[in-house]
């Protein structure tokens, strides 16, 4: 009876470069701090109003400078949309490889059709990336296998098929770290919006009242600094999921490529082996 020797898989590797930003806290931090200070010496210096009490805007910054303690909030949720959304670029570029996807894919292909494994390792070697560190992961379980005696074939399949599984997996990470932030960002930014409009138009209606009379030109001054934080409110949301759907996108195009060359690489082995005892 042959003897089935086990033999660990390769260790994966990591991919270089920028892996992205994982103490996404302190983003938020560094964004708020600079929301307060654009908020206090940018928007709320005296050049942007009539009148040293500030009470009177003359252009777009004093008016929104009169939206209140939450323009700062909204800001430091709009800067974050935009740091987020670099970081996940720089990591994704990271993860995608230096060629194109699709180039990438289809070559591997090809190699595996021609069972010219060498090459395929070549290609993972050269594109680098989470693609290429997975597939790199299967080929090494394939040679594996094809070294193991006294293993059915379906057998040494499925260890192919989870060798490649447990790459994806360590890979996932990268690839959707930080998208959950972004994704309530796009609920917080209206909802934020909202709120400092309610505000507004309280602050605007209890000053009319206290004032004892109905003056239009008052309550529509109000008004319209209260809308400030919904149209901020808005833009940030639109922003937030601007970016979220688009890096979403680009993490499913990245697992539609790994599924289909592990599949392949599976596809590739049952073809080239009979039924092993």
């Known amino acids: 009876m042959a003897t089935t020797q086990q033999k660990a898989v390769a260790p994966k590797k990591k991919s270089e470069g920028f892996q992205g930003v994982r103490g996404a806290f302190w983003i938020i931090v560094v964004c708020a701090i600079i929301a307060v200070l654009l908020f206090n010496f940018w928007m709320g210096r005296e050049a942007n109003f009539a009148d040293a009490s500030k009470e009177t805007p003359i252009n777009v910054w004093g008016t929104i400078f009169k939206g209140g303690v939450i323009v700062p909030v909204i800001h430091t949720l709009l800067l974050t949309v935009l740091a987020l959304s670099i970081e996940r670029w720089l990591a994704l570029k990271t993860a995608f490889g230096k060629g194109a996807l699709p180039k990438f894919v289809a070559n591997i292909k090809d190699a ?3 069972n010219d494994f060498a090459k395929a390792q070549q290609l993972c070697d050269n594109q680098k990336g989470s693609v290429a560190n997975v597939v790199s992961a299967s080929l090494n379980a394939y040679k594996e296998m094809e070294a193991t005696a006294g293993i059915k074939k379906a057998q040494k399949v499925a260890k192919i098929q989870q060798a490649h599984e ?7 990470p990268t690839l959707t770290m930080n998208l959950p ?7 917080l930014g209206t909802l934020t919006g909202l709120l400092g409009t309610v505000v507004g138009m309280i602050r605007s209606f209890s000053a009319l009242s206290a004032g004892g009379g109905a003056d239009s030109a008052a309550l529509s001054a109000g008004i319209s600094e209260a809308l400030i934080n919904t149209a901020f409110g808005i833009g940030t949301s639109w922003c937030a999921v601007v970016a979220y759907n688009y890096y979403t996108n680009k993490v499913d195009k990245l697992t ?3 599924d289909e060359v592990g599949y392949s690489i599976a596809q590739t082995y049952e073809a080239n082996h009979g039924e092993e005892a």
């Open 112 to 114: 595996l059709n021609k």
């Open 181 to 187: 932030m972004i994704a309530t960002i796009v609920t």
């Open 166 to 172: 447990e790459a994806s997996q360590l890979e996932m």
């Open 256 to 258: 539609f490529a790994l």
